[in-house]
């Protein structure tokens, strides 16, 4: 079995039973977005919160 799908069937069994489409496509896109951001921290793309903070205008 392939790793997604294992994954996705993971993510399945952990939802509760009444869960919406839109709860799926919630935990999906969560999933989708820390690994993501733990590929670019591993390559190195990687930014200080302070400097996110200045680029957005805000303080600290």
Do not use: H, I
Not at 10 to 27: G, N
Not at 40 to 58: D, F, H, I, N
């Amino acid at each position: 079995m392939s790793a997604v799908k294992e994954e996705v069937r993971q993510l399945a069994d952990a939802l509760a039973d009444d869960a919406t489409w839109d709860d799926v496509m919630e935990q999906v896109y969560l999933k989708q977005v820390v690994a993501a951001g733990l590929k670019a921290s591993a390559e190195g793309r990687k930014r200080p919160v302070s400097e996110v903070r200045k680029s957005y205008g805000l303080q600290g």
